[in-house]
């Protein structure tokens, strides 16, 4: 059984969807402590999370949630998206009970206001990946100077010149 913080993380993509009555919070919670799912997480995170006794093995940070959620969001509507071009979806907009009429919903508003809703978390997760790996990575200089070996990092008492922090690219050129 997955741990309390990825039941309220599927209750709140199940809020967030607007509450659908075709999916459920545990359908959720399998989908998120699957072996694929999860690596497409390790793919854009560049981490290394694994399942263990039914456990993501770190614990997803609060930004790696919000990552997953994103991720579970867009293969929702992906998912959706394919089951109203496979016929599998039928939206109806009209049902009267006097003469007996029934009003299907136009599909190709549905199909684009899916694509819309897809593109769109595909474009957010694209950059809140992009912002997180930046907010990761490590210190780095031009023509392969190595920072964090240098004496020019390093300066002569063991800390960073200036107590600029690791973050600081400091030129070895005067």
Do not use: H
């Not at 290394?48 to 929702?76: H, W």
């Not at 206001?113 to 769109?120: G, H, I, V, W």
């Not at 790996?133 to 002569?156: E, I, Q």
Request: glycine share 10%; net charge negative.
């Amino acid at each position: 059984m997955p741990c309390a913080y990825l039941t309220d993380l599927a209750t709140f993509i199940w809020n967030d969807l607007g509450s659908p009555s075709d999916l459920s919070v545990p359908s959720i919670q399998t989908k998120l402590t699957s072996e694929a799912f999860l690596g497409q997480l390790n793919s854009l995170t560049a981490n290394c999370y694994s399942l263990v006794t039914g456990d993501i093995s770190p614990v997803l940070g609060n930004r790696e949630q919000g990552i997953y959620a994103m991720m579970y969001e867009k293969d929702f509507y992906t998912r959706k998206l394919n089951q109203l071009m496979a016929g599998d979806a039928i939206m109806w907009t009209r049902v009267q009970d006097g003469d007996s009429s029934i009003v299907r919903s136009d599909l190709v508003n549905v199909a684009r206001l899916y694509r819309d809703m897809q593109k769109q978390l595909d474009e957010q997760l694209n950059m809140v990946i992009g912002s997180y790996r930046k907010g990761r990575a490590m210190p780095s200089s031009v023509d392969y100077f190595t920072l964090t070996n240098s004496r020019w990092y390093y300066g002569a008492y063991g800390g960073p010149i200036g107590g600029l922090g690791p973050g600081a690219l400091i030129s070895p050129w005067p």
